[in-house]
């Protein structure tokens, strides 16, 4: 039986959030759109079956308000620090299996996430794994068990960097795993699988793409 997770999800100031989008959605207004993203990811991770704890690290009114109304844990961000330090801040203490999500994935469907979680556990070897983005260059989940540390080396050719630091890729087919959210363009190819309530809400009637 797969045991339960803790997810971690790290989520910058909206402000400062997914800077290749600005614009991309005119009329909409960028901090709102960020807003949608990640909400719309939590809620797929929240109904997730198998995980058992979210921890969301931010100093983001918003995204903590929004985080504590569907039941995570609010972590405050690490002053002056990257995203792989807010990863490893929220990992910290985590008793079991943990696993480092991304926030900008809106088409996320929980029956996908569950089984790419049970896909690393199902490795004897107890290393960590991870989950490419669709282009394959970068890393939209980071999975380790327990006792090993997350280790998390999110950003620019991620994917190279965590195989290069031992985790193994998990090679399903997840499409809505896969597909973070950039650029509009990205944002184009999620809608094409089916966005989450809050972004189509959002979105609905304007030229995405």
């Known amino acids: ?6 997810v971690v999800m790290p989520v910058k ?3 400062a959030a997914k800077t290749r989008l600005r614009g991309g959605v005119p009329g909409v207004p ?45 972590l405050p ?4 620090a990257d995203l792989n330090a807010a990863f490893r801040h929220g990992a910290t203490d985590a008793a079991g299996w943990v696993a480092g999500i991304t926030a900008d994935l809106p088409a996320l469907r929980p ?6 979680l049970r896909a690393a556990q199902a490795d004897p070897a107890g290393v960590r794994r991870f989950v490419a983005d669709a282009p394959g260059s970068g890393t939209v989940l980071l999975a ?10 999110f950003g620019s ?18 499409p809505s795993l896969r597909r973070d959210v950039d650029t509009a363009a990205d944002l184009a190819a999620a809608a094409r699988l089916g966005l989450g309530p809050r972004t189509t809400a959002l979105t609905s009637g304007c030229q995405v793409g």
Do not use: I
């Not at 961000?77 to 002056?80: N, P, Q, S």
């Not at 380790?144 to 080396?153: D, F, H, I, K, S």
């Open 111 to 116: 029956t996908e996430l569950a089984a790419a």
């Open 144 to 153: 380790a068990p327990p006792g090993v540390p997350l280790e998390p080396r």
């Open 77 to 80: 961000d690490v002053a002056d």
């Open 1 to 6: 039986m797969s045991q339960p997770w803790t």
């Open 30 to 74: 960028h901090e709102e759109l960020a807003l949608a993203l990640a909400a719309d990811t939590l809620d797929a991770v929240r109904a997730c079956p198998g995980v058992a704890e979210v921890r969301v690290v931010t100093d983001d009114h918003q995204v903590a308000e929004v985080a504590r109304l569907v039941g995570a844990q609010v």
């Open 13 to 15: 100031r909206l402000t």
């Open 157 to 174: 050719g991620s994917a190279a960097a965590h195989a290069a630091s031992g985790a193994r890729p998990l090679a399903g087919d997840w």
